[in-house]
T-cell receptor, first 113, second 111 residues
Framework: GQQVMQIPQYQHVQEGEDFTTYCNSSTTLSNIQWYKQRPGGHPVFLIQLVKSGEVKKQKRLTFQFGEAKKNSSLHITATQTTDVGTYFCAGPISSGSARQLTFGSGTQLTVLP | NAGVTQTPKFRVLKTGQSMTLLCAQDMNHEYMYWYRQDPGMGLRLIHYSVGEGTTAKGEVPDGYNVSRLKKQNFLLGLESAAPSQTSVYFC??????????FGPGTRLTVT
């Protein structure tokens, strides 16, 4: 079945350092979505990428969709303690007609002050 | 505008007991989902609904049942709870861009 893999599983950074998480799909995706989950909270939608090679920015966050539409990355510049949480990528299930998503296992980011 | 709400927030069950988790949304979304989240395993889809009166199985449906009698509500039932069902349960709806909006979650412990 379709799989979405994320690396690394955990990342500890010093405040001010950069952070990147990578997402790889076993199949071509029509779009990829990113979510953030704060400790003890629920996933919150961040962004959706649709086009091959697309790059989108949200302040210090840069999202990229690969040319083959099978991989994506999220890069955070100069991390802050407010960036702590788990970042998930998700892609539509290729055979699904109900907008189902397959989620990666997430990257848990810890920012040390 | 509350978005997606879930009740209860926490629950402890004994093996064999039953319970129902309620998800309510005021976003007028057709699609609704139930996920479970376990450490290191991301979010796994239990059941979903594409509209009032419809339900379908997701990736891990065994041991759960659902009902969508009203568009704004999606219920998840556990008929005979097992320790393996200890998890955090999230309800979600799907928006116009297929993005999903999650409720705050229910933390369930089965002893």
């Amino acid at each position: 079945g379709q799989q979405v893999m994320q690396i690394p599983q955990y990342q500890h950074v010093q405040e001010g350092e950069d952070f990147t998480t990578y997402c790889n799909s076993s199949t071509t995706l029509s779009n990829i979505q990113w979510y953030k989950q704060r400790p003890g909270g629920h996933p919150v939608f961040l962004i959706q990428l649709v086009k091959s090679g697309e790059v989108k920015k949200q302040k210090r966050l840069t999202f990229q969709f690969g040319e083959a539409k099978k991989n994506s990355s999220l890069h955070i510049t100069a991390t802050q303690t407010t960036d702590v949480g788990t970042y998930f990528c998700a892609g539509p299930i290729s055979s699904g007609s109900a907008r189902q998503l397959t989620f990666g296992s997430g990257t848990q980011l810890t920012v040390l002050p | 505008n509350a978005g997606v709400t879930q009740t209860p927030k926490f629950r402890v069950l004994k093996t064999g007991q039953s319970m129902t988790l309620l998800c309510a949304q005021d976003m007028n979304h057709e699609y609704m989902y139930w996920y479970r989240q376990d450490p290191g395993m991301g979010l796994r889809l239990i059941h979903y609904s594409v509209g009032e009166g419809t339900t379908a199985k997701g990736e891990v449906p065994d041991g759960y049942n659902v009902s969508r009698l009203k568009k704004q509500n999606f219920l998840l039932g556990l008929e005979s709870a097992a320790p393996s069902q200890t998890s955090v349960y999230f309800c979600a709806t799907s928006g116009v861009l297929y993005e999903q909006y999650f409720g705050p979650g229910t933390r369930l412990t089965v002893t």
